[in-house]
């Protein structure tokens, strides 16, 4: 059974940062390629960020910057790194494994940037 557990979510002040992380069971986390998305209230599902099974990363130009994802297959797990955190970046945030028209996703992790 393929599992990708997302955490690291919460309440951060702006200007602040959390880490969240991915860790994946069931998988050969190594030749996927991972992304994160995250989905505000109202608004659609976006992509944030991406590496590949190589290592090659992309980010959105809204946090550009500000988030770093990475990844340690030894740990099978992923992580995005998000500082300099904005109220504009609240949202449910979702990792996502793919290997071509293969693909699994995370539960969400709330990610609240608020004073």
């Known amino acids: 059974q393929v599992q990708l557990v997302e955490s690291g979510g919460g309440l951060v002040q702006p200007g602040g940062s959390l880490r969240l992380s991915c860790t994946a069971s069931?998988?050969?986390?190594?030749?996927?390629?991972m992304y994160w998305y995250r989905q505000a209230p109202g608004k659609q599902r976006e992509l944030v960020a991406a590496?590949?099974?190589?290592?090659?990363?992309n980010y959105a130009d809204a946090v550009k910057g500000r988030f770093t994802i990475s990844r340690d297959n030894a740990k099978n797990t992923g992580y995005l790194q998000m500082n300099s955190l904005k109220p504009e970046d609240t949202a449910v945030y979702y990792c996502?494994?793919?290997?071509?028209?293969?693909?699994?996703w995370g539960q969400g992790t709330q990610v609240t940037v608020s004073s």
């Open positions: 069931g998988i050969i986390f190594s030749i996927y390629d």
């Open positions: 590496i590949t099974s190589r290592g090659s990363t």
């Open positions: 996502n494994a793919r290997r071509g028209v293969v693909d699994y």
